[in-house]
């Protein structure tokens, strides 16, 4: 039996918050909700944290970018 998690954005880091956005985005939050992290292979986490570490430094540069042209 598939057991649907509830996520509770409310009480979770930005961090997590981006992982189930890019999970959604790739097709595999549907597996995590149903059979959790520990259902991807390591190629697939890999390629969330790759992401998620790459709109950090985005969302860094563009917060370095708006204080510049303060």
């Known amino acids: 039996?598939?057991?649907?998690?509830?996520?509770?954005?409310?009480h979770m880091t930005e961090k997590e918050k981006m992982k189930y956005e890019i999970a959604?985005?790739?097709?595999?939050?549907?597996?995590v909700l149903n059979d959790g992290w520990r259902s991807l292979t390591a190629k697939e986490t890999g390629r969330i944290d790759g992401l998620v570490t790459?709109?950090?430094?985005?969302m860094a540069a563009e917060g370095k970018n708006e204080n510049e042209e303060k």
Do not use: N, P, V, W
């Open 1 to 10: 039996m598939a057991r649907q998690k509830k996520i509770d954005l409310e």
């Open 24 to 31: 959604g985005e790739l097709g595999l939050l549907e597996r």
């Open 54 to 58: 790459r709109r950090k430094r985005q």
